[in-house]
């Protein structure tokens, strides 16, 4: 007799462990909390990028939605390896060795991609981001090469047929609120007044990001003050359930992706613009420019390095400031380097012809003291070094008790511009811990039988950031890993 399983969540991890259950026998349920609308938690707010290890065109042309798109002859994908791949994820850990649960991401990338494939999920290669143009040839950096169709609401879109067609059932604006178990083993759920039996559970609800009290309560800090980019939906539930029964928490407990956002956008992401808008929200050019806090102050060196590499923990630098915001200040000699984010319809800034009168525009802020920072910035700058925006060129500001170390041009050129900001969570890092075969595990590493993770719900994958893409692409191993051994 085929097993019944429960996925809980609707999103890219619930999908492929749903899918991987289908495959191996068993018949599935997914419960949802959201809406038809809402149902597909972060996944649809991607731009469906996904990081996966490949030797070269290969691998990727059999993945391809168009086969006999022209500029694939005149493409240069490149190759990303295992070894590279473990580098870029090194690059986040913050001196931490790999963990096991990296270690699987990274050898069960290419498969999952090509088990997606196989249930007829689409990729295009990520021209516009992600190449460049070299003797009329696109040549690729590597690493984050392909995109589902459509983005993540494509990708949500081609999982959910997938899943539908083998069979699975899925059900909208039905929360999980509780496990049931019996004897240790996990026997079903309970949504509201429903209990449902099951074999067993997967969960793949997302982290607790959207919870401004879960964050107080497990991440400290002023994380609950931030602004969530992506749904509401995930609040935890499943975190708190499964710790309800001994399941461990695992991983960085405090860690998250997070990045400046505009101070004046919702307070959680919308779906109303495509992911390409959408991430316009994001406020990230402070490296060319200076931020100060409510008190005139800089808090930050801006040009510290590239921005890939402060934006996570600036996000939470802003926060931790008082009233939990700052003010992104530019010249107009910058005003063509500032990202398209910058000029976004939604964009909110101020602009003078003059500091002093900027100054008085920026609301919460001592003007007097902004005005006295910035001075004491231009005298500062190290006017012998040239600008260069392409390397860490050294222009810095030598005798700031705070330095900006690149990129430290006098704000001498009018009109002047600032953006008011704030810290946005985009997910939270701690999780549970899971066994290789995806059971979530107690806190002295035995199995609590019949309960399985996946997604955003596994601790230890990521630490103090993440090479982009490698999310989903971290639901797709765990979730496929899970869904088809729980269908055993
Ligand atoms: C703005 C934004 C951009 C991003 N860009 C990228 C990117 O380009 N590439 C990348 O790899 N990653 C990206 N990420 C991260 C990525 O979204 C996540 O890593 C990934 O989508 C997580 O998938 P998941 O299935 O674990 O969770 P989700 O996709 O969030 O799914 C969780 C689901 O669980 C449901 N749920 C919650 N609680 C319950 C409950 N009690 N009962 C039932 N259902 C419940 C939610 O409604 C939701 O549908 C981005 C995130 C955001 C917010």
Redesign the pocket.
């Known amino acids: 007799m085929s097993k019944q399983v429960i996925v809980?969540?609707?999103?890219?991890?619930?999908l492929c462990a749903g899918i991987a259950a289908l495959e191996a026998g068993a018949q599935v349920l997914m419960?949802?909390?959201?809406d038809e609308a809402?149902?597909?938690?972060?996944?649809?707010?991607?731009?469906?990028?996904?990081?996966f290890a490949y030797d070269g065109a290969d691998d990727l042309l059999p993945l391809l939605k168009d086969p006999d798109d022209p500029r694939l002859e005149i493409t240069d994908f490149g190759g990303y390896t295992t070894t590279r791949f473990a580098e870029d994820l090194l690059g986040f850990n913050g001196g931490r060795p790999l963990s096991p649960e990296q270690e699987r991401l990274i050898s069960g990338s290419l498969p999952a991609l090509q088990w997606l494939g196989g249930h007829g999920v689409k990729f295009e290669p990520i021209y516009s981001r992600q190449s460049f143009e070299k003797d009329g040839r696109h040549v690729f950096w590597g690493g984050l090469t392909l995109a589902a169709e459509n983005e993540?609401v494509g990708l949500f879109e081609m999982e959910l047929a997938a899943f539908e067609r083998l069979g699975g059932a899925i059900r909208y604006s039905?929360?999980?609120?509780g496990l049931l178990s019996q004897e240790g083993r996990v026997i079903g759920v309970q949504a509201g007044d429903e209990d449902i039996p099951a074999d067993a559970v997967i969960l793949?609800?997302?982290g607790f990001e959207a919870s401004e009290a879960r964050r107080k309560e497990w991440m400290g800090g002023h994380w609950d003050k931030a602004k969530v980019?992506?749904?509401p939906?995930?609040?935890g539930?499943?975190l708190a359930m499964a710790s309800g029964i001994g399941a461990q928490r695992y991983g960085l407990m405090d860690g998250c992706h997070a990045t400046p956002m505009d101070l004046h956008m919702a307070d959680y992401?919308g779906l109303d613009l495509p992911a390409s808008e959408?991430?316009n929200y994001r406020k990230i050019c402070y490296f060319l420019g200076v931020m100060l806090n409510a008190n005139g102050d800089r808090f930050v060196d801006e040009g510290e390095n590239f921005r890939n590499y402060t934006y996570a923990q600036f996000g939470k630098a802003v926060l931790d400031q008082p009233g939990h915001f700052a003010w992104q200040i530019f010249d107009a000699k910058v005003d063509d380097l500032l990202y398209a984010e910058y000029s976004f319809h939604d964009a909110h800034f101020v602009q003078a012809d003059t500091l002093a009168e900027l100054c008085q525009k920026l609301e919460g802020v001592d003007a007097d003291a902004a005005r006295a920072t910035l001075d004491a910035f231009n005298k500062a700058v190290n006017d012998d070094t040239p600008f260069d925006p392409t390397s860490l060129d050294g222009k810095n500001t030598p005798d700031l008790p705070l330095p900006k170390s690149n990129w430290a041009q006098k704000l001498d050129t009018a009109p002047f511009k600032a953006y008011p900001v704030t810290g946005g969570i985009?997910?939270t890092y701690g999780g549970l811990k899971v066994s290789e075969n995806g059971e979530v595990l107690r806190n002295d590493d035995t199995p609590i039988k019949g309960l399985y993770a996946?997604?955003?719900?596994v601790g230890g994958v990521f630490f103090e950031g993440y090479p982009?893409?490698?999310?989903?692409?971290?639901?797709a191993v765990f979730?496929q890993n899970a869904g088809r051994n729980a269908a055993q």
Request: aromatic content about 4%.
């Open positions: 809980v969540g609707s999103g890219n991890a619930a419960l949802e909390k959201a809402l149902a597909g938690g972060n996944t649809k707010y991607t731009a469906g990028a996904m990081r993540g039905s929360a999980v609120t793949a609800c997302g980019r992506g749904t939906m995930n609040t539930d499943g992401g959408r991430k985009t997910f996946a997604g955003e719900m982009g893409g490698s999310g989903l692409t971290s639901g979730g």
